[in-house]
């Protein structure tokens, strides 16, 4: 069974940074890229970041410069750096596995075949 669990939200004051982790079993990350979505109150579920399995990585305009994703070898997981986080930061975020296949779409949350439950981030002094 598929599961994704992120973990390291909570409430930072702007300016400050954050990282989310992402814990993953029941797949085969070769052949999976790993996305990170956001949903801010009464907005749309938006995809800001994702990897793939081979290192490639797309991002979302709005957070280029301040998001960046990888493998965190030694612990088995997948993390989501956020620097200089901005109230509008606030949301949800999820972890997601889209096919490798549709790398390319990544952050096109039509083509995720597996969600985590999300976890809360609030950017406020």
């Known amino acids: 069974q598929v599961h994704l669990v992120e973990s390291g939200g909570g409430l930072v004051q702007p300016g400050g940074s954050l990282r989310l982790s992402c814990d993953y079993s029941g797949f085969n990350l070769e052949n999976f890229a790993i996305g990170w979505f956001r949903q801010a109150p009464g907005k749309e579920r938006e995809g800001v970041i994702c990897?793939?399995?081979?290192?490639?990585?797309y991002s979302a305009d709005t957070v280029k410069g301040r998001y960046t994703t990888g493998r965190d070898d030694a612990k088995g997981t997948h993390y989501l750096q956020i620097d200089r986080l901005k109230p509008d930061d606030t949301a949800v975020y999820y972890c997601a596995a889209s096919p490798q296949i549709f790398v390319n779409r990544c952050l096109n949350s039509n083509y995720v075949q597996h969600w985590g439950q999300g976890t809360q981030v609030t950017v406020s002094s």
């Open positions: 990897i793939g399995s081979r290192g490639s990585t």
